[in-house]
């Protein structure tokens, strides 16, 4: 079988935004599919290792951000390659809170939100797929979607690896100089593991 074949899947990129009781939290998915037209029917799939999973598994809401090729990579820095259980991801962002009462991100980075309320659950092992209907939702701006391709193509700073011998995260573009890639290695800035990497050509 020819893997390669599933990256021409194209995807979108979303900021999931909930709330665990004490602080906003949330993260950077390309997992968000309407489902169904009527009733108005959303999933989104989540990593269960993700703190974001639990506090929407124990919440039943979450806002998905809809980003726009405006979206700066600080933004994916600050709610992707952190985690949300020791950090507060929305500390020093501009936010607005929607008819739910969770945070969306600053118009200058997102298209639309679109505000869900869980009523079902998937377990697929490593990750959660939630399925949820819409309870609001509006767009606020013409700006373009932000797709996984254009991140890749546009957004994730050009990894500087002239003369250099080993391999690159292909999430975020950090440079691991070395012979063999450890299995379990775990890229320290976007904590993707070593499947995320490829060797420098
Ligand atoms: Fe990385």
């Known amino acids: 079988m020819d893997k390669t074949a599933l990256f021409k899947i194209s995807y979108g990129l979303f900021a999931i935004t909930c709330n665990d009781g004490n602080k906003d939290t949330g993260l950077i998915v390309n997992t968000v599919m309407q489902v169904t037209d009527s009733p108005l029917r959303l999933t989104v799939t989540i990593n269960k290792s993700n703190y974001s999973h639990d506090v929407i598994k124990n919440s039943g809401i979450m806002n998905v951000n809809c980003l726009s090729v405006d979206t700066p990579f600080e933004i994916f820095k600050k709610l992707g390659f952190q985690s949300g259980k020791d950090t507060d991801k929305f500390n020093g962002l501009l936010t607005w809170k929607a008819s739910n009462g969770l945070v969306n991100l600053s118009c200058e980075y997102i298209n639309a939100y679109i505000c869900l309320r869980v009523i079902d659950y998937v377990d697929f092992g490593t990750h959660g797929m939630f399925v949820c209907e819409a309870t609001d939702a509006m767009t606020v701006s013409d700006a373009d979607s932000m797709t996984y391709d ?52």
């Open 150 to 201: 254009y991140y890749h193509k546009n957004v994730k700073p050009k990894p500087e690896t002239k003369n250099k011998k080993g391999y690159v995260c292909k999430i975020c573009g950090y440079v691991y100089e070395g012979e063999v890639l450890p299995d379990d290695f775990v890229c320290p800035l976007c904590k993707h593991g070593a499947s995320d990497f490829e060797p420098i050509k």
